[in-house]
């Protein structure tokens, strides 16, 4: 990763919210005429059921219909890598939706190769003003080909979510700025000692976060998206020191006795239950606390533990979600507008503000904070604010099956059953 481009996305980190394009006026939008009766048509985006978020994206698709009279066929799903492989597999047996929410950068490599879905330039061709309250050089760019196809949205930082009634009752301060893994372990055995968990995580089905923290802890924010060519090469001993990391910690009891088996949503739900002291996970995450927590102002969010180089104050964040409009949808004069019109609705600034008002944003107004933030939403605010760098996550580099294979193997590694250097080499021997 290039530090000019990690201190671009450091500066956007602080000014806000997801990332989205202004609505316009349909008769602004090319020449295709509305039809007579509703239309409708099939979305997928990682809005499931359990997602922080969902509620806000119901709201808005139902304000969709409202507004057009087209119905929404609403496929979504939790974002994981079964997730990610269903979406690979309609596409390949002509099951595709017409708007798809989804990753930028080499998961979409498949989709643009194979011509699944439009580019920003052909859209904007018919229908100019797209995407038009987007900065535009901050619109991501496909490693396939150069060309922007995605609307950005899911502006991102990751960070950990604290219970600060579970470190109150073990005596333990809620950590700073200048948090150290050192005082984290501490942290941890003392938790630990008072009969909770220290670390709500599930090895099983959602190790990436903790991966992605301890690597950088043995690299730096420049080096963070380099991938590399074996685990012996630079690259690939911070990758095995990191997840060596992760062995520690299991093999210490700090994860819950489940993490194994358990899947993510269960194990998170003991950070609401005041059974678990520490998550990491994403800015979206705040709308669960919002949704679960009995008492917002029992948690906060603050830096992951710092260790060699790294400051704590090094984060993992930027641009990594939007929406696609599907070549199937472009094709079909019906479903043409109906789609486009889809993807402004929901990514007006105003509807983009309600999905969290801390994370990275590509909108040219920004995006302004509510006036009622709760307690959990401030100190998000102020984490990006202090934040000295920032580096997309590594994982993104990898291809779909590679990093499936990795991220399958961490409950390997932890148990003994591979080696981290072993899963690494596994894994980079994985081409598509």
């Given amino acids: 990763m290039k530090k000019t481009i990690a201190l671009l996305l450091c500066a956007v980190l602080c000014l806000s919210v997801f990332t989205a394009c202004q609505s316009t006026t349909p008769s602004n939008q090319g020449e295709s005429k509305s039809p007579a009766s509703p239309v409708e048509i099939t979305v997928v985006t990682s809005y499931g059921g359990d997602d922080g978020n969902r ?91 150069g060309k922007k196809y995605t609307v950005p949205v899911n502006g991102y930082w990751e960070g950990l979510y604290v219970n600060k009634k579970v470190l109150a009752d073990c005596g333990v301060e809620v950590p700073g700025a200048g948090y150290t893994w050192d005082q984290f372990m501490a942290d941890c055995e003392t938790i630990k000692s008072k009969g909770y968990t220290p670390v709500a995580a599930s090895l099983q089905e959602v190790p990436h976060y903790w991966f992605e923290f301890t690597v950088l802890n043995h690299g730096t924010v420049e080096t963070h998206n380099n991938l590399p060519g074996s685990s012996s090469d630079e690259t690939g001993k911070a990758w095995a020191a990191g997840l060596n990391d992760i062995k520690t910690m299991y093999e210490k009891g700090y994860f819950p006795v489940n993490t194994l088996t358990a899947t993510d949503a269960e194990i998170f739900q003991m950070m609401a239950d005041d059974k678990a002291a520490f998550a990491i996970d994403g800015s979206w995450k705040i709308g669960w606390f919002q949704e ?70 590509a909108l040219k107004k920004g995006a ?65």
């Avoid at 993104?396 to 499936?404: G, I, S, Y």
């Fill in 292 to 361: 679960n927590a009995k008492n917002i102002d029992d948690f906060t969010v603050t830096y992951v533990p710092g260790k060699n180089d790294r400051k704590a104050t090094d984060v993992i964040g930027g641009l990594s979600m939007g929406y696609y409009i599907t070549k199937k949808a472009w094709d079909d004069p019906v479903k043409q507008k109906a789609a486009v019109d889809f993807v402004t609705a929901m990514t007006k600034d105003d509807v983009v503000s309600k999905f969290g008002a801390t994370a990275v944003t």
């Fill in 55 to 145: 509620a806000n994206y119901e709201e808005a698709f139902k304000a969709y219909e409202a507004a057009t009279g087209n119905i929404v066929k609403d496929g979504s799903g939790t974002s994981n890598e079964e997730w990610k492989a269903k979406i690979m597999a309609d596409f390949e047996t002509g099951a595709e939706p017409d708007v798809l929410f989804f990753f930028a950068g080499v998961d979409a490599n498949k989709l643009i190769e194979n011509n699944k879905v439009v580019s920003i330039e052909t859209i904007r061709s018919v229908y100019p003003d797209y995407a038009s309250n987007m900065k535009e050089d901050i619109l991501p760019i496909s490693p396939a080909d």
């Fill in 368 to 432: 302004v904070p509510p006036s009622n933030a709760d307690s959990l939403m401030i100190a998000a605010i102020e984490m990006t604010k202090g934040s000295t760098g920032i580096a997309p996550a590594t994982q993104d580099n990898l291809n779909q099956t590679a990093r499936a294979s990795l991220f399958a193997n961490v409950k390997n590694i932890v148990t003994g059953s591979i080696t981290a250097e072993a899963a690494i080499d596994e894994a980079l021997a994985i081409t598509e």
